[in-house]
């Protein structure tokens, strides 16, 4: 998988890096699952197929090793197999947090500066759906010390906004996630009036037409990225189209110190242009 790939690659340069400084390295993998991943077949008649995960393939960074790991996973079941991840890990220093990554993220990122001073790290977030809020990504942003990977779910946010409808039409529940996902109402400014109407319009669903591609929904998460992290966002993304080359995901990285901006933005940048 190209995703792993890449942060294999980051991870073990980034890790170089830092390897002749004073800091301690953290790794946070924000929807840790169970540490591998299962392997989609076309073959029914093949056995299950797994590959090491991101929590493993973090785990097995040597050259500088992370002086600590904090996997966060809501699923006990899932928690459960991390646990042997963490016998296998001992006695390196592993955190196994079985809560809300957004809880966690927030509580966390707040109290960076006394409890994480001289550290630095590196972030995942690899939701399975549409989980990150914008307020984890603030308090992210905020440590000033997290290098973030961000896997932008494009197509499951398209999903939620219905092309015929009244913004305030959109069901409750998605409208909830929406908003939470992007900080506020902005994603209303997605639907615009239809163009096809008559002069005299009806006040109802044909009133109103989203935007038909995923284009705007990905630039306006750009954006805002844009203002929080500032020049620590890169422009370079690497994009996860399905079989009919629709946009599913984009991969995102932001730097999280400013002083290692030139450096993390041409390893990341090499590493997305080399698998993309």
Request: net charge positive; proline share 4%; aromatic share 10%.
């Amino acid at each position: 998988m190209r995703k792993l790939n890449m942060l294999r690659d980051y991870l073990s340069a980034y890790t170089t890096a830092l390897k002749n400084t004073p800091f301690k390295l953290l790794y946070i993998d924000a929807f840790a699952g169970t540490g591998m991943v299962e392997l989609q077949t076309k073959d029914s008649l093949d056995a299950q197929k797994f590959i090491e995960g991101s929590a493993r393939i973090a785990a097995k960074i040597d050259d500088k090793p992370f002086d600590k790991f904090i996997f966060i996973e809501q699923n006990r079941k899932r928690c459960k197999e991390l646990e042997e991840l963490k016998s296998e890990l001992s006695p390196r220093n592993v955190e196994i947090q079985n809560t809300d990554a957004n809880i966690y993220l927030k509580k966390f990122c707040d109290q960076w500066g006394a409890t994480h001073s001289g550290w630095r790290g590196v972030l995942l977030l690899d939701p399975f759906a549409t989980q990150v809020e914008w307020k984890t990504v603030q308090a992210v942003a905020d440590t000033n010390a997290l290098d973030t990977w961000i896997l932008f779910p494009v197509s499951g946010l398209s999903r939620m906004l219905p092309r015929n409808k009244m913004p305030q039409d959109v069901d409750e529940k998605w409208a909830a996630k929406l908003t939470r996902g992007f900080g506020d109402e902005s994603w209303k400014n997605f639907y615009h009036p239809n163009p096809q109407l008559t002069l005299f319009p009806k006040d109802d669903e044909s009133a109103y037409r989203r935007h038909p591609g995923v284009k705007l929904i990905r630039d306006a998460y750009k954006q805002k990225l844009s203002g929080t992290f500032g020049d620590r966002l890169l422009d370079v993304t690497c994009q996860f189209p399905n079989s009919k080359n629709s946009l599913l995901f984009e991969f995102i990285f932001c730097v999280g110190n400013k002083a290692g901006i030139c450096l993390a933005h041409n390893i990341a940048s090499h590493i997305i242009k080399a698998q993309g």
